[in-house]
């Protein structure tokens, strides 16, 4: 079957940097997406990595590694603003999106 | 500015009323989405159309259908909604299929009473 499995919640202090994990195993690859959703609200997407490596957006940066079935989203310099769910998606062969059900960050003072 | 629009935000319903869920864009994309989601948990496709070509999920109930009379608008119709209807549902649109990335409207959260 196919699964994205990230951490169900994390915490994390304003200010600090915070890394969220998220393996996969899919049936083919093509694209893996990060997207923010604050509570109540619909997700808002992040970044797109298709080739490994690093790509860094601002505050936010995504990393890939195919051969591992791996990526992580990393958030610096922390603002509460940024408290919500993060949640990772991949393209599978098949052109089909499959969602991770969220990592919940709590950002504390 | 161009976006996706959902209406209304929040809607509520009796068991087994049948309820018609609206969404719109400006965005001019080729393919607009239908999501379920619940509380914690990975938003769920239930039906897209690729223009007027419609692709069900093999697992969504027949108790969902949609509708899609233009490139701007798209409909979901829950026909008899039971209590386990109750979540947020998500409308996505992206220009095209494949890997181009979907762009959400702010939902609308059905309760069912």
């Known amino acids: 079957g196919q699964n994205i499995d990230q951490p169900t919640e994390m915490t994390a202090t304003e200010g600090a940097i915070v890394q969220i994990n998220c393996t996969y195993q899919?049936?083919?690859?093509?694209?893996l997406f990060w997207y923010q959703q604050h509570a109540g609200e619909a997700p808002t997407f992040l970044s797109y990595?298709?080739l490994d490596g690093l790509e860094e957006k601002g505050r936010f940066s995504s990393f890939l590694s195919r051969s591992k079935g791996y990526s992580y989203l990393l958030l610096k310099e922390l603002q509460m603003k940024d408290s919500a769910s993060y949640l990772c998606?991949?393209?599978?062969?098949?052109?089909?999106?499959?969602w991770g059900a969220g990592t919940k960050l709590i950002i504390k003072p | 500015d161009a976006m996706v629009i959902q209406n209304p935000r929040y809607q509520v319903t009796q068991f087994g009323k049948p309820v018609t869920l609206s969404c719109s864009q400006t965005?001019?994309?080729?393919?607009m989405y239908w999501y379920q989601q619940k509380s914690s948990q990975a938003p769920k496709l239930l039906f897209h159309?690729?223009?007027?070509?419609?692709?069900n999920e093999a697992d969504t109930p027949d108790n969902f259908q949609s509708r899609r009379p233009n490139t701007s608008f798209c409909f979901l119709d829950i026909r008899s909604p039971g209590l386990g209807d109750a979540a947020m549902y998500l409308c996505?649109?992206?220009?095209?299929?494949?890997?181009?990335?979907?762009?959400f409207g702010p939902g609308t959260r059905l309760t069912v009473l």
């Open positions: 996505a649109t992206s220009k095209g299929q494949h890997t181009d990335t979907q762009y």
């Open positions: 965005l001019n994309h080729n393919v």
């Open positions: 159309y690729y223009d007027k070509d419609f692709n």
């Open positions: 899919t049936s083919g690859f093509n694209g």
């Open positions: 990595n298709v």
């Open positions: 998606a991949v393209t599978d062969s098949n052109y089909q999106l499959i």
